[in-house]
Every structure is written in structure tokens, then in C-alpha cells.
């Protein structure tokens, strides 16, 4: 995954949310409830994190729930941000960071490399209030062990410039087609995980192609996807990561139709100079991301790395974190302590009927993940060889 992220620019786009937090976020304000021991034992912890997540008042003096934990567990933190799933797998492996918010696409080859720790989820005070349908899934848990302590996700939709658009699109047929009218106005997401939202189209159009797992692909079933993708390619206008470019492509109406998240589309209807924009989830569903908090077996600093767990996915962090981040959160009574009481349902926090219809990004490997025995299905080296090609085409 290539989550590039310009957080001095969202900062300044979110700040009032911020400010608003600032009671239940600062250094001298009220402890958040973080479930666990209030007990100053000292120690530290390495944090290796997407943007975003473990702030400290390095981006904003405002956005800061990392010295709050150290003052209440007496646990010293300090912070590594990383770009792409890549590279925090490539830096979890050094053994030195405690832990790390695993997203799906990366964190089974980190517990396939024997660097991620089964997670104790008795000293998780937290886990019985995290939302069930992100515990016990495949992109943080393996042979039935918890590798992976859920943080917060998000559905990859389907956004449009309502103007430019006719009619509205209700299927990601529409960015798929090789005779798009769109032709140089579209986006996707620049990653190989991408690969994904194909193989999610096709299993739905056809049928015939038996995919019932999109991160599960047999060669045939694989072939299918990439092929699809190359058809699409000459209708890109850019494939993104840095969903800041995306926002102002759309505001300034280079871009017209693609891949996108809610956070975006937020950003793009607050900002009166863009056109109008909707997103939507298509019949199809949708692929998403789930990220995980993961103990690293390296680690000499458990104690402190399970504290940094339980506060970070305590309601009142969660709240800020999800705010902040624009996601929803993985805590659900986190949805009390937002200071936007429609967060929750913008960000379809609950929503169980939601919930269904979407793919969580989950590492493929050889051995198919659908519970195929009799085939090899395609591994997340085959789908990084297979984006270069596409991306080439």
C-alpha cells in the first residue's frame, strides 16, 4: 500500500476538530480513559506508524496524543512514519521497533517472517469493545492466533465530478470501460493491491471466472484481473497515493472519475472553490483497508508496547486519531467522545449492512486463501511483478 500522506496540509484542513479535542488530547488536560494501568513503571516503547496515527505535536502543537501516554503510563514513545506497506515491512524486520499499525496488504508477511508476536489479548483491556468484524480475519490472525490488535479502516469508493459525469454511475463498470467518455480524466489507486478491485469487478460480471476471493487468484483467475487492468490503462490520467494530489485534481476538474476514500471526498465538498463530487459504494461492493496494531517478536519493551495498544485504542484516542485521520474507528464507543456527532455514520462506523459488502486487503499467497488445495493461487510477489507490467503497458 502506498498511503503517502501530506499531514501538515490535512492539519491545517482539520485543525478546528483538533482544537476542539485539545481537552481530552493535551499534555495537561484530563487523562483519556486508556483501560489500562494508570501506574508509572517507566520504559519505552518504538512506535512504527502510518502518518497520522501516533502524533505527537511534531506536525501541530495541537495534535498530540503521544504525550498524553507518556504521562500517564511513564513510558517513554518515540516515532518512525513510514510511506508504503513496503517499507514498514522492510523496518519491522530490522527488530527495531516495538510495534507497528500493520495495514492487510503487508501484515501476514510480516507474521510469515516470524517477525510479528502472538498477541496476548487478555492484556488488551480494550479488545472486547473493538469491533467484532475486525478481530479473528485474515489480514491479523493466523492458525487461529492473534497477531493483530484492529485500529481503524475504511472502504475504497467510487467518487465522481457530478457535473462532468452523466448519467451517475452506480457500478465500477464505469471505470473499467475501454471506451470510457472519460478517457484521460480517470484515476486508481497506485498499488499492486489494486489489482483487487478487478478481480472484485469480475467476480461479479463474470461469473464464469468463479473468484470469489479477490486476493485469491489462480492464474487464470489472475490473468483476468491484470488484463482488465491493462484495458484500463490508457484511459488514466494518474494512478494516486498522496490523496492531497487527488483532492486538488478533482478541484480543479483534471480528474473526473476514480478511486478514492471518504476522507477525500470530505475535504473536496468542504472546499467551495471544487465542483460538486459524490462517492459512492458501488453494486459490486468494494475492496478496503483494515490496519492493525502488531507486537514485534524482537521486542525488550512488551510492557510498554502493550500499554501503547490499550491507550491507543481507548474511545477518547480513538476519536481524535479517527478524526484526524478521516477513518472509522475500530473502537466503537469511540463514536461518543467524536467531536462531529454525525462522524460515526459519515464514516459508517456500525453499519453492519455496510460492513458486508466490502474486501478488506489481505496479503495473498500462494496457498489460496478461498480454501482452494488443489491450485496455487498468485503471491503478493507475482501481483508486485504484475502492477509494474500494467503501470508499463
Request: aromatic share 12%; net charge neutral.
Amino acid at each position: 500500500m502506498n498511503r503517502v500522506l501530506r499531514w501538515g496540509a490535512l492539519a491545517a484542513v482539520l485543525m478546528f476538530v483538533l482544537v476542539a479535542c485539545g481537552s481530552s488530547g493535551g499534555s495537561s488536560a484530563k487523562k483519556p480513559d486508556n483501560g489500562g494501568s494508570t501506574t508509572k513503571s517507566g520504559g519505552s516503547v518504538s512506535i512504527l506508524a502510518w502518518p497520522g496515527y501516533a502524533e505527537n505535536g511534531s506536525t501541530s502543537k495541537d495534535v498530540d496524543w503521544v504525550t498524553p501516554f507518556e504521562t500517564q503510563s511513564g513510558c517513554k514513545a518515540s516515532v518512525k512514519t513510514f510511506g508504503t506497506s513496503d517499507e514498514a515491512f522492510q523496518l519491522f524486520n530490522t527488530g527495531q521497533y516495538d510495534v507497528v499499525s500493520a495495514s492487510g496488504d503487508s501484515s501476514l508477511r510480516s507474521v510469515a517472517n516470524g517477525d510479528a508476536a502472538v498477541i496476548d489479548t487478555a492484556k488488551i483491556t480494550t479488545y472486547g469493545n473493538l469491533a467484532p468484524f475486525l478481530k479473528g480475519k485474515a489480514w491479523n490472525t493466523a492458525d487461529g492466533k492473534v497477531y493483530g490488535v484492529p485500529h481503524g479502516w475504511g472502504a475504497n469508493l467510487l467518487m465522481y465530478n457530478e457535473t462532468v459525469v452523466t448519467p451517475a454511475p452506480d457500478s465500477w463498470g464505469v471505470v473499467f470501460d475501454a471506451a470510457s467518455p472519460y478517457k484521460g480524466k480517470l484515476t486508481a489507486y497506485d498499488s499492486p493491491i489494486y489489482i483487487a478491485d478487478a478481480a472484485l469487478y469480475l467476480s461479479k460480471t463474470k461469473p464464469e471466472l468463479k473468484i470469489t476471493n479477490p486476493y485469491a487468484l489462480d492464474d487464470t483467475q489472475f490473468k483476468a484481473a491484470v488484463d482488465l487492468l491493462k484495458v484500463q490503462k490508457p484511459n488514466i490520467a494518474e494512478y494516486w497515493s498522496d490523496y492531497l494530489k487527488e483532492q486538488g485534481a478533482f478541484t480543479k476538474g483534471s480528474l473526473v472519475l476514480g478511486t478514492t476514500w471518504q476522507v477525500i471526498t470530505n475535504l473536496i465538498q468542504a472546499d467551495k472553490a471544487s465542483p460538486p463530487v459524490k462517492a459512492i459504494l458501488p453494486k459490486e461492493g468494494s475492496t478496503a483497508w483494515s490496519d492493525s496494531w502488531m507486537l514485534s517478536t524482537k521486542s525488550k519493551n512488551v510492557s510498554c508496547a502493550y500499554k501503547w495498544i490499550n491507550w491507543i485504542t481507548s474511545p477518547k484516542v480513538q476519536a481524535q486519531v479517527a478524526e484526524y485521520f478521516g477513518e472509522a474507528p475500530a473502537n466503537l464507543q469511540a463514536c461518543a467522545d467524536t467531536t462531529d456527532k454525525s462522524f460515526c455514520t459519515t464514516f459508517h462506523a456500525n453499519d453492519q449492512a455496510y460492513y458486508a459488502q466490502l474486501a478488506y486487503w489481505t496479503t495473498p499467497t500462494a496457498k489460496c486463501a478461498d480454501g482452494r488445495t488443489n491450485v496455487q493461487c498468485k503471491a503478493y510477489k507475482d501481483w508486485t511483478a504484475a502492477w509494474d507490467q500494467i503501470k508499463g503497458s
